[in-house]
T-cell receptor, first 112, second 111 residues
Framework: DAGVTQSPTHLIKTRGQQVTLRCSPISGHKSVSWYQQVLGQGPQFIFQYYEKEERGRGNFPDRFSARQFPNYSSELNVNALLLGDSALYLC???????????FGPGTRLTVL | EDQVTQSPEALRLQEGESSSLNCSYTVSGLRGLFWYRQDPGKGPEFLFTLYSAGEEKEKERLKATLTKKESFLHITAPKPEDSATYLCAVQAMDSSYKLIFGSGTRLLVRP
């Protein structure tokens, strides 16, 4: 079975722009979570979606938003980009909310 | 506040030199503790889940153990390909199901 896939792999944006990151979960997985990983630190929780509804939100500003589609894929949107948004954005999927989360390869976002 | 602390931050071993990585946690009710391996520029790769104190899991040269306050990842006779960052995360017994990660231990195994 294919693992979690994310696109694009890399992205370069300038301050103030908007970005959309995409994630396809493992087949049969209904829950998708998003994490931000700054260099040298562990991933920080941003959102969890289950059955197309937001079920959890981390301590991130309203510039961050997400959604989940009927096929369980997900998008993460970030508006008004800041230099501090530069990070590796990770998507993880799980069969149900409480199950083991499996991570994708990530999207490297650089904000100039 | 739920928190995870990993030590050491970095560890250098000679090939074959066994050692242990530590993960200390504070959580209001533990649902599960997870170990992941992360190679540079890649996403974390799942290794183990531990649910209760006294539980142990093994995979090749790795063995994970859990107590009420900490977890250890024991690496027996490591090889250079074991070089990576090892991340520990906890999932609390609340409604969020989010993972709370430590900062990781960077392991370098020299031939």
């Amino acid at each position: 079975d294919a693992g979690v896939t994310q696109s694009p792999t890399h992205l370069i944006k300038t301050r103030g722009q908007q970005v959309t990151l995409r994630c396809s979960p493992i087949s049969g997985h209904k829950s998708v979570s998003w994490y931000q990983q700054v260099l040298g630190q562990g991933p920080q929780f941003i959102f969890q979606y289950y059955e197309k509804e937001e079920r959890g939100r981390g301590n991130f500003p309203d510039r961050f938003s997400a959604r989940q589609f009927p096929n369980y894929s997900s998008e993460l949107n970030v508006n008004a980009l800041l230099l501090g948004d530069s990070a590796l954005y990770l998507c993880a999927s799980s069969r149900d909310r409480q199950d083991t989360q499996y991570f994708g390869p990530g999207t490297r976002l650089t904000v100039l | 506040e739920d928190q995870v602390t990993q030590s050491p931050e970095a560890l250098r071993l000679q090939e074959g030199e066994s050692s242990s990585l530590n993960c200390s946690y504070t959580v209001s009710g533990l649902r599960g503790l997870f170990w992941y391996r992360q190679d540079p520029g890649k996403g974390p790769e799942f290794l183990f889940t531990l649910y209760s104190a006294g539980e142990e899991k093994e995979k090749e040269r790795l063995k994970a153990t859990l107590t009420k306050k900490e977890s250890f990842l024991h690496i027996t006779a490591p090889k250079p390909e074991d070089s990576a960052t090892y991340l520990c995360a906890v999932q609390a017994m609340d409604s969020s199901y989010k993972l709370i990660f430590g900062s990781g231990t960077r392991l370098l195994v020299r031939p």
